[in-house]
């Protein structure tokens, strides 16, 4: 069950819909980012986790898509669940606003609870983010 769960949640995330996105997640959810990555710079994002349904909501219905313009998709290879808990390898390709090519590979860590999503760990090379979203990116 944690896998579909967690597949669910990846494809509601991917539909950047407001209702779709708040059906996977608990209402006091919590996503963590590496601090200062690309995403959150580029953003203006506050700093910290984004705690609560409706932030993460906002976020990948509507400032995600600011910055993943277009040709987003993510490719899981690996997908691990124990229970309450799951770990995602994946690789995440978009077309940046800017026009760059974004290719990065992440580690997601789930925490399931009552079937939702209530907390998920990102994982990332953060310094290859940022060479894409802000720099050459020749030295990928």
Same mark, same amino acid.
């Given at each position: 069950?944690?896998?579909?769960?967690?597949?669910?949640?990846?494809?509601?995330?991917?539909?950047?819909?407001?209702? $779709?996105?708040?059906?996977?997640?608990?209402?006091?959810?919590?996503?963590?980012?590496?601090?200062?990555?690309?995403?959150?710079?580029?953003?203006?994002?506050?700093?910290?986790?984004?705690?609560?349904?409706?932030?993460?909501?906002?976020?990948?219905?509507?400032?995600?898509?600011?910055?993943?313009?277009?040709?987003?998709?993510?490719?899981?290879?690996?997908?691990?669940?124990?229970?309450?808990?799951?770990?995602?390898?994946?690789?995440?390709?978009?077309?940046?606003?800017?026009?760059?090519?974004?290719?990065?590979?992440?580690?997601?860590?789930?925490?399931?609870?009552?079937?939702?999503?209530?907390?998920?760990?990102?994982?990332?090379?953060?310094?290859?983010?940022?060479?894409?979203?802000?720099?050459?990116?020749? $030295?990928?």
């Amino acid at each position: 069950m944690t896998n579909t769960v967690i597949q669910n949640a990846f494809q509601a995330l991917a539909s950047r819909d407001p209702d $779709q996105i708040s059906s996977v997640l608990t209402e006091d959810a919590e996503w963590l980012s590496p601090p200062g990555n690309a995403t959150a710079v580029a953003l203006k994002t506050p700093p910290g986790p984004m705690v609560g349904r409706a932030a993460i909501v906002r976020f990948f219905a509507e400032d995600f898509p600011r910055l993943f313009a277009r040709d987003l998709d993510v490719t899981v290879h690996h997908l691990h669940s124990d229970g309450e808990r799951g770990v995602v390898e994946a690789t995440v390709t978009a077309t940046l606003a800017n026009g760059n090519h974004y290719v990065n590979d992440f580690c997601f860590v789930f925490e399931l609870q009552g079937g939702l999503v209530h907390r998920v760990r990102e994982y990332t090379d953060t310094a290859r983010g940022h060479r894409m979203v802000f720099g050459d990116v020749s $030295q990928q």
